[in-house]
């Protein structure tokens, strides 16, 4: 969320960056500028009231000292205090309504992200890896799963309907092998803290990282006694959790972190739920785009002017783990028109799936500047300063595991129908090298 003041004193510059996502500052803005003239004008008028009420007070107590009659200037008095709660009335409904504007406004970009509509405006930052050339035509994974035995959609479908899957055996496996990697690779190589959070929130901590009010057809809400409402976010109702972020960003929620303790780094591996409205007919194919799907998740809580520079190691965090594993992939610089709601800036890593001849994404990596800190009320305590302020909260895939799962599938096939087993893995399997048909 961003700040009433700096909305107030910079609305064209908040304007101008509403453009540049795509956006029209009319429909998001709405009727912001009259809401909050006649907020402050009701606290004006609830000031001066004040100060006529704090002298009649006066006029009372001299009047009845002096024995003289008081009612006339008493019912003066119940007068003023009944407008004055009118007003506060009216200025608190204001602000409401000043909030419900500020909860829809996305985070503004930043200036490094390049100007863009869509995906195809994104700026290719760097390549790393050489697209294996196969002597053979290489197929997409779904066709390799199930020749091998490891991949079901059609029993994952008798379950649960579309878009989920069930793994068998080796492809269980090596989903655990991928998990047991990542984890073991972000805490010992790079620093960070192991968590394991619940993989249910509430509706508090969902508008804390900004997917509530905006994205709640994109959730998997709970049926709770009490329906959710836009507007009210409590801590007693349930949604599954689209992502690691969401649970692991609100363990600080409400609190003062120590400044000698940031950057402070998470990471943690959790099942991921979404229900993801709006892809119809997208990525039918497969096991792309699920419902649910398991991810790692490295997030971090740093001092505003280090963030960008724990993007970057975030960022390269993840991609550790391709390389580790072997995979082709791109980093892109995503647009202004591309970037999620609650983003300054974002980095996605694309890896190269030769069955698909394409470039799929994998990770996203972003540093939201203070944005969810504010919805959160995650702050710290400046050594040089004595009040505290919001930190800048930062994230990113590394990564998700499904979408690894694969582009091995699909990196390491061979002309016999069987998968190499990436030797950064074979550890993880038990020593096993090869997948081989049954």
């Not at 003066?76 to 009216?90: G, I, V």
């Not at 998470?266 to 096991?287: H, M, N, Q, W």
């Not at 990196?411 to 893995?425: F, K, M, T």
Request: proline share 5%; with cysteine.
């Amino acid at each position: 969320m961003l700040d009433l003041a700096f909305v107030r004193a910079n609305l064209p510059l908040v304007e101008e960056k509403l453009r540049a996502r795509g956006q029209d500052p009319a429909v998001v803005l709405s009727d912001f500028l009259a809401i909050d003239a006649n907020r402050r004008e009701r606290i004006t008028e609830v000031e001066q009231l004040k100060a006529q009420r704090n002298k009649l007070s006066e006029e009372v107590a001299r009047l009845k000292k002096s024995g003289q009659d008081a009612t006339a200037v008493m019912e003066e008095t119940r007068t003023l205090k009944q407008k004055m709660e009118a007003l506060d009335a009216a200025a608190n409904e204001a602000e409401g309504q000043l909030r419900a504007i500020l909860a829809r406004i996305p985070n503004l970009p930043h200036d490094s992200a390049p100007i863009g509509k869509s995906e195809h405006d994104n700026f290719e930052v760097k390549r790393w890896g050489a697209p294996q050339e196969f002597d053979f035509q290489p197929r997409p994974h779904w066709e390799i799963g199930e020749s091998l035995g490891i991949l079901d959609l059609a029993r994952a479908a008798k379950l649960s309907g579309a878009r989920f899957a069930v793994y068998w055996a080796e492809g269980a496996r090596l989903e655990r092998a991928l998990i047991n990697f990542m984890l073991d690779t972000h805490t010992r190589d790079h620093g960070y803290t192991e968590v394991l959070p619940p993989f249910m929130v509430n509706s508090k901590s969902l508008f804390g990282t900004g997917q509530l009010p905006k994205f709640g057809e994109d959730l998997f809400r709970c049926v709770d006694e009490e329906g959710y409402k836009e507007g009210e976010y409590r801590e007693n109702d349930h949604w599954l959790i689209p992502t690691a972020e969401v649970p692991v960003t609100n363990l600080y929620r409400d609190e003062t972190l120590d400044e000698a303790k940031l950057p402070t780094s998470l990471t943690a591996y959790t099942p991921c739920f979404r229900s993801e409205a709006g892809s119809y007919g997208k990525d039918v194919r497969g096991i792309i785009r699920q419902h649910q799907f398991q991810k790692v998740e490295l997030v971090k809580f740093a001092k505003p002017e280090e963030s960008y520079d724990e993007l970057e190691k975030l960022t390269a965090h993840a991609e550790a783990i391709l390389e580790k594993l072997g995979l082709p992939y791109r980093r892109m610089l995503l647009c202004t028109g591309d970037m999620g709601f609650s983003s300054a800036k974002t980095y996605d890593l694309e890896v190269w799936l030769p069955g698909q001849n394409l470039y799929r994404e994998i990770s996203s990596c972003s540093n939201f500047e203070a944005f969810q800190a504010r919805r959160a009320n995650i702050r710290y305590r400046p050594q040089a300063k004595g009040k505290t302020e919001f930190l800048h909260t930062l994230n990113g895939s590394a990564l998700a595991t499904g979408r690894t799962w694969l582009a091995i599938l699909e990196n390491y096939q061979q002309a016999d129908g069987s998968v190499r087993v990436p030797e950064a893995l074979v550890p993880y399997m038990g020593g096993q090298t090869v997948i081989a048909p049954k």
